[in-house]
């Protein structure tokens, strides 16, 4: 059974950073692919980045250029650094992984392909 785990969510001013960690419990996180997504209440979850091997990375264009994802297979750990934080980055943040994503990477920003997912953590961005 694979749990996610998320924590680094908090509250900052606009223009501020925060970075994101995932501790993933399985047994053989190389196989996985990993994704964050985030959802406010009354909206559809969204994608933020996902990750495939080291250099595989995908970015939703609301985040490019402000966000990035990375990942350690020995800490099986996924971070998500961000950036020049923004009131409309305000979300509950998620962690989600899935090992048949990664046949598919060009759909890693779609929360369908994902059975596995953390409670989320909360990110608070005031202007």
């Known amino acids: 059974q694979v749990q996610l785990v998320e924590s680094g969510g908090g509250s900052v001013t606009a223009g501020g950073s925060l970075r994101l960690s995932c501790r993933a419990a399985?047994?053989?996180?190389?196989?996985?692919?990993f994704a964050w997504f985030r959802q406010t209440p009354g909206k559809e979850r969204e994608a933020v980045a996902a990750?495939?091997?080291?250099?595989?990375?995908t970015y939703a264009s609301y985040v490019e250029g402000r966000f990035t994802i990375s990942r350690d297979n020995n800490e099986k750990t996924v971070w998500l650094e961000m950036n020049s934080l923004k009131p409309e980055d305000t979300a509950m943040y998620y962690c989600?992984?899935?090992?048949?994503?990664?046949?598919?990477?060009?759909?890693?920003?779609?929360?369908?392909?994902?059975?596995?997912w953390g409670k989320g953590t909360q990110v608070t961005v005031s202007s």
């Open positions: 990750i495939g091997g080291p250099s595989q990375t």
């Open positions: 399985l047994a053989n996180p190389s196989a996985y692919c």
């Open positions: 989600a992984a899935d090992r048949r994503i990664c046949l598919h990477f060009n759909y890693a920003l779609n929360p369908t392909g994902y059975d596995y």
